[in-house]
């Protein structure tokens, strides 16, 4: 195969679930909520996708596990910061926590075992067009309708949506379990499309990563889209210069990704303009109506 | 039926106490359904994991010198989240003062003298203080997250350990294994006893002297005016930069003292792996003390039990590890939700005046 | 069939908020197109009132009918749909939002944002409230969003209107405009219930007022036939202490100035400041009156200290330089400084009010913080005395700021600069949000402070304190400070004049003047 489609379809590869799971987070913290949690429930989801793809040999099956898991997983944090108002930041970081250990504990009986792959359509995995439907959807939903016009309100003054007699707390929920149900889709096409086995903690930071392509992008799905190529860029940049034989560390750049990850924070969020107009108001901020 | 929260009027100070207990009662029970899920006695699988490691002194000794570095770190990001300071990066700082500690007798193998371990110490946590003050200085020039950057320079830290440690630090005598030559006298930690190491006399000190600066110094009211209301902090005139930069430099030197002391005790010598999750249980042994340096005594102390507990479990019950993890998940859990009960009381809200009471 | 003698009827309405009564058995009747007026000092029980008859709060007990059938009002949406709508006092809005967008989220239907543009143009130009479609509410100002919360009722031709404190936000001149606006409404037959604290412009306006103490009702009457005095004595139920002044003394010599002091803003949503001049002398008060976003809190934080100046010489503090330091050092030079919000800027939430003495005199009182230690012996000494001076009321010993009422926590806010007895004291909103009494005792104590011999500025956006209190007024608006004229030279049109500065035109009403 002609050696630059080949990386061009790793980078395509490398990027749709950080696109999935960062358009998930995208719609959850414009509703005004930070769940920190995406790493937790992407790998939950990647345990559930595999696990039961394994079992039933169906990866559609494995697909739907994997959304299930991610949804499972934000309704717990959905329950602890909207319903007992638990700080945001510390629920976020339990929720990965728990995801971890609990995915490591699930999936030890799957470690090693064969994987079911995706089936793919002219050499690309079924997820990626649905990734880009997925931001396609987002984009429309939360700038030409009225329940993105309402997610965008709740986020920027949920006392004010609240007065107007908006229920703030139920389309939090919706938000926080539709990021759910991203970020386990994103789990789920790691351990059926990526590397179409188990391996623990194979999110490997992808979760981090996906929250701070939100910040990089303000919260804007196109721009999300742009990020999330360019990360893949920059993570198959690695095997690209391995190939060339430069003789330079693979730790160096395997962890490039992550170096990039923290300057293109730095970029935007020194960037205050850009910042403060367009952070969600209410980002992270507990809501307790009156009554 | 609704769940209603009402807000008290003032900080229940009884929940205050009781609800890390509550948290772990209930952690308890989840537990005890996960044993019970697996086959086996609840209440034989809740004594094997943590009464059983109480009753024998070396596995007492094993929970102190586990307990040494969770609170140790644990203390530290206990004063940075009062400051409202989110260092999730303790783990990557532990390993950075783990490597910058071990310059000493990785060059020097020949160096055997009381000097080397002061070098060791001091070059430990000035390189958990350096890592740490990285995502600081985002943060205060740049105002980037730092959850994001500190978690970011833990993969950072932990491939650059890999790379030392497969590449000029492996021991030409190592058979090829990805490890440094094994540190050897003076190199190591004096012991008491065997296996408790100096260490855990620098937890102790550690939780001493910040609870003494948290309750009776004005550096300690500055850190907590600045976590619960930091526009009230800079009218006081206090820096909140100063108090960013403090915190990460105290809970980075912690760290990296947690680091060096465990690589020059338990593991003798820098490998790819030289904590099981340290960094991140210590957050967990934060909230379970409540943000207080004496409370993280004791929640060290509990959580290095559920590391206990997980190996007497796999030994004893056959079942895995990894549940160590998947308790500490859930207490943290437990515990967020029962900090919900100090400022609310909780309703159950029925029928047509819940209805309505909930549209509200 | 006869129409029903009213509109609407809250009948022995109760409302319990734990252990506080906030309404205790109160009647209202309003008629329709009739302009009525809900009296009351701040913490009456005027704004828990109207959220039920908003359907925002839910009655503990008590009756409500409409056009004279008994109903519940379950939420803001089924009130909206009864043709009542509510502007608030503080605004719910949307300022990442354009204002179309903002009025969408408050009309129910199709959503169709082109269409709604158009409508809102035309209700804009028919009732006097001009507004851009497009903008960005975080570019308006505030007299301008006001518009759109009008508006957005306007648009759902509702039958009844409640505004509650609509002009706390407004210069004289606006005021004046809308009054216009609501008396077009109640000629077209919509009820107006109009919430205040301002007795002249009640007698101005409405055509009858109910008046609320403590949460109950303790008077009915027309306005117009009572006079501002008996109506102050209804609200507060006895005579207000009227604050004393003696002459200010001519010839204090100068102890604070602000030289051409500039300051950039710090943000897309923040005011730069221009050039303030300012020289107060010892033993005067000045107050600065402006409209809330015209660089007030810019300003504050330019004084006190929050955000240092690039230029030391542009604030002086008796002479010495001092517009380059911090806080810290601007309090140790013998400043002291009250901020707008109490809970959270002034005082910290969670703390004791031991603990707050601590937040701004751990650097003037040397024994307080001795070598970094903390005395809180002496925090609580000096916490007492501050309570017993200014008659603080608490619950219990040292309880936490946040569960004092508004009035005695400002009282002690206040009280805790003023123990210190400092040379220059500045006031950002000394009584917004208090009580009566409250603020008798803060304003008489702010005039004493000066009569002793220290430079007072007030900044405040309440012009009947300002006339109480001032020896010398002057006007911010977006940034620039005007000269600073003595009192008896000014009139409320002057400074409303000067509030709106030369940019604004006002609109010809539509034809129906």
């Not at chain 1, 339990?94 to 090693?112: C, M, N, P, R, Y």
């Not at chain 3, 009156?289 to 200290?305: C, H, M, Y």
């Not at chain 3, 002034?346 to 005395?375: C, I, M, Q, Y």
């Not at chain 3, 005395?385 to 619950?395: F, H, L, N, P």
């Amino acid at each position: 195969m002609d050696q630059s489609l080949a990386v061009l379809l790793t980078i395509i590869t490398a990027a749709t679930p950080l696109l999935i799971a960062a358009m998930g987070e995208l719609v959850v913290e414009r509703s005004g909520v930070l769940n920190l949690g995406v790493e937790g429930m992407m790998v939950m989801g990647a345990v559930a996708g595999f696990a039961v793809a394994f079992v039933t040999g169906s990866t559609l099956l494995g697909v739907f596990a994997a959304i299930f898991a991610g949804v499972a997983m934000s309704a717990l944090f959905g329950f602890l910061t909207l319903t007992l108002v638990a700080n945001q930041v510390a629920a976020g970081l339990a929720l990965t926590l728990l995801g971890l250990g609990l995915s490591g504990l699930i999936g030890e009986s799957f470690v090693g075992q064969p994987g079911v792959k995706m089936p793919t359509l002219f050499g690309i995995d079924a997820l990626v067009p649905f990734s880009f439907l997925l931001t396609a959807g987002v984009a429309y939903v939360l700038f030409k309708t009225k329940i993105g016009l309402v997610i965008r309100a709740v986020g920027n003054s949920h006392n004010s949506a609240h007065a107007l007699g908006y229920r703030v707390i139920a389309l939090r929920y919706l938000s926080v379990m539709f990021g759910g149900a991203c970020a386990g889709l994103a789990g789920g096409y790691l351990s059926l499309a990526y590397t179409p086995q188990w391996i623990e903690n194979m999110t490997a930071g992808r979760g981090w990563i996906a929250l701070a392509l939100v910040v990089f992008a303000s919260w804007r799905p196109l721009r999300t889209l742009v990020g999330a190529y360019l990360f893949g860029a920059v993570s198959i940049l690695g095997f690209v210069v391995q190939s060339m034989g430069l003789g330079i560390p693979s730790q160096f750049l395997s962890a490039l990704p992550y170096l990039v990850t923290v300057i293109a924070l730095v970029i935007i969020s020194g960037n205050k303009r850009l910042t403060q107009a367009n952070t969600p108001a209410c980002l992270a901020q507990s809501f307790v109506p009156d009554r | 039926m609704r769940l209603i929260l009402e807000k008290r009027p003032d900080r229940s100070p009884f929940f205050a106490i009781a609800s890390p207990f509550l948290a772990l009662l209930l952690t308890l029970i989840a537990g005890g359904l996960i044993f019970a899920l697996r086959g086996i006695n609840p209440l034989e699988g809740l004594y094997v994991y943590f009464v059983e490691p109480l009753t024998q002194l070396w596995s007492v000794e094993q929970l102190i010198v586990k307990a040494t570095p969770l609170i140790l770190i644990g203390v530290g990001l206990a004063v940075c989240y009062m400051a409202n300071v989110w260092n999730i990066g303790a783990e990557g700082q532990l390993t950075m003062g783990a490597i910058a500690g071990s310059i000493a007798p990785v060059m020097f193998p020949e160096w055997q003298d009381p000097s080397i371990l002061v070098v060791m110490l001091i070059m430990g946590t000035i390189g958990g203080a350096l890592y740490g003050a990285i995502p600081g200085l985002l943060k205060t020039r740049f105002n980037a997250n730092e959850i994001l950057t500190s978690l970011m320079l833990v993969y950072v830290a932990g491939l650059f350990l890999d790379w030392l440690v497969r590449g000029p630090w492996r021991d030409p005598q190592g058979y090829n294994f990805p490890v440094t030559k094994t540190f050897a006298g003076w190199q190591l930690l004096p012991t008491f006893g065997g296996t408790i190491h100096l260490g855990a006399l620098f937890a102790l000190l550690a939780c001493a002297a910040l609870a003494f600066v948290m309750a009776r110094t004005l550096i300690g009211f500055e850190i907590k005016v600045t976590g619960n209301a930091p526009r009230a902090g800079r009218f006081a005139g206090f820096s909140r930069n100063r108090m960013v930069m403090l915190c990460f430099l105290l809970s980075g030197g912690l760290a990296g003292l947690a680091g060096i002391c465990e690589v020059a005790s338990v593991v003798g010598k820098l490998q790819p792996q030289i904590s099981p999750g340290y960094g991140f249980a210590a957050i967990i042994v934060a909230f379970l003390g409540r943000l207080n340096p004496l409370g993280v005594l004791f929640a060290g102390l509990l959580l290095a039990l559920s590391y206990i507990g997980g190996e007497a479990a796999q030994v004893t019950l056959g079942i895995s590890d990894k549940i160590a993890k998947v308790f500490q998940g859930i207490l943290l859990f437990f515990i967020l939700s029962c900090d919900t009960l100090i400022l609310y009381r909780i309703k159950f809200e029925t029928g047509r005046v819940g209805a309505l009471k909930a549209a509200e | 069939m006869t129409a029903p003698e009213y509109l609407l009827e809250a009948i022995d309405i109760v409302k319990v908020f734990g252990t506080l009564r906030a309404n205790d058995g109160v009647t209202l009747q309003v008629a329709p197109g009739q302009i009525h007026a809900l009296l009351g000092e701040n913490g009456a029980g005027k704004s828990t009132l109207v959220k039920m008859l908003y359907g925002s709060l839910q009655p503990t007990s008590g009756t409500i009918k409409w056009m004279g059938n008994e109903i519940v009002i379950p939420n803001p949406n089924a009130a909206r749909k009864l043709g009542i709508g509510m502007v608030f006092q503080h605004f719910s809005l949307f300022e990442a939002l354009t204002v179309v967008e903002n009025i969408a989220l408050a009309m129910p239907g199709k959503f169709d944002l082109e269409a709604l543009s158009k409508k809102v143009e035309f209700y804009s130009g028919e009732y006097g409230l001009p507004l851009n479609p497009r903008a960005t509410v975080a570019d308006l100002s505030v007299g301008e969003r006001q518009r759109i919360e009008i508006l957005r009722c306007l648009m759902q031709e509702p039958k009844l209107l409640i505004l509650d404190e609509p002009t706390a936000v407004l210069t004289p001149q606006e005021a004046g405009l809308l009054f216009l606006t609501l008396r077009l409404l109640a000629s077209e037959g919509c009820s107006v219930l109009y919430i205040s604290h301002r007795l002249e412009e009640v007698k101005r306006l409405c055509h009858w007022a109910t008046i609320l103490r403590h949460g109950k009702v303790v008077a009915s009457c027309d306005p117009r036939e009572e006079t501002a005095a008996s109506l102050a004595r209804l609200m507060v139920g006895g005579d207000i202490h009227t604050v004393r002044a003696a002459k200010a003394p001519r010839d204090g010599a100068v102890r604070f100035s602000l030289k051409n002091a500039s300051l950039e803003a710090d943000g897309p949503f923040a005011v730069e400041l221009k050039n303030i001049n300012l020289e107060v002398r010892g033993g005067e008060v000045i107050a600065i009156a402006g409209v809330a976003g015209n660089g007030q809190s810019e300003l504050f934080d330019a004084i006190s200290g929050e955000r240092p100046l690039s230029n030391g010489n542009a604030i002086l503090i008796d002479g010495a330089s001092c517009g380059a330091t911090g806080v810290i050092a601007r309090r140790r030079m013998g400043a002291a400084f009250v901020p707008e919000e109490r809970l959270g800027h002034g005082a910290v939430p969670v703390f004791p009010l031991s603990e707050n003495v601590v937040l701004t005199r751990h650097s003037d009182d040397a024994s307080l913080a001795e070598k970094g230690l903390l005395k809180r012996g002496k925090a609580n000494s000096i916490s007492a005395r501050v309570i017993k001076t200014y008659d603080v009321r608490m619950g219990k010993a040292d309880p936490e700021a946040r569960s004092l009422s508004g009035g005695n926590l400002q009282k002690f806010v206040v009280g805790r600069e003023l123990d210190r007895q400092p040379k220059v004291l500045v006031v950002n909103q000394p009584t917004w949000g208090v009580d009566a009494g409250a603020a008798a005792t803060i304003r008489q104590a702010l005039i004493d402070l000066a009569r002793a011999g220290s430079a007072v500025i007030v900044i405040s956006q309440d012009l009947d304190e300002i006339f109480e209190l001032a020896d010398r007024i002057a006007v911010i608006s977006r940034g620039q400070l005007s000269e600073a004229h003595p009192a008896h030279e000014m009139t409320a049109e002057k400074i409303g004049l000067m509030m709106a500065g030369s940019h604004e035109k006002e609109t010809p009403h539509a034809a129906h003047s």
